[in-house]
Nanobody, 128 residues
Framework: QVQLVESGGGLVQTGGSLRLSCAASGRTFSNYAMGWFRQAPGKEREVVSAISRNGYMTYYIESVRGRFSISRDNAKNTVYLQMNSLKAEDTAVYYC?????????????????????WGQGTQVTVSS
């Protein structure tokens, strides 16, 4: 079992930047594909970005492509989400999630149902 802890959320003005981090512990981090998800008030949780075990393959939803960047450092057991040019509609609780993918290094998983391990979330608020 892997434990996930997000950090880096906060209050930022429109156009600003934040970098979210998700630290993993408990199992071999490089055996997990990772994803960032978000949930705004009154809305369902949605995928934002996903990354393969080896970090070579990434996925973004259309609304964040070109503004957000996902990366991972397997030596530090951490996945990051760099968020630039933030908009009010990016306001949400952001969650990282892990999916065991032993044997498949180049696949990302944008489907929320694929993930079995979740962090507690970090609030991102973008003020206009």
């Amino acid at each position: 079992q892997v434990q996930l802890v997000e950090s880096g959320g906060g209050l930022v003005q429109t156009g600003g930047s934040l970098r979210l981090s998700c630290a993993a512990s408990g199992r071999t981090f490089s055996n997990y594909a990772m994803g960032w998800f978000r949930q705004a008030p009154g809305k369902e949780r949605e995928v934002v970005s996903a990354i393969s075990r080896n970090g070579y393959m990434t996925y973004y939803i259309e609304s964040v492509r070109g503004r957000f960047s996902i990366s991972r450092d397997n030596a530090k057991n951490t996945v990051y989400l760099q968020m630039n040019s933030l908009k009010a509609e990016d306001t949400a609780v952001y969650y990282c999630a892990a999916r065991s993918t032993i044997g498949n290094s180049y696949t990302y998983y944008p489907d929320i149902s694929e993930y079995g391990y979740w962090g507690q979330g970090t609030q991102v608020t973008v003020s206009s």
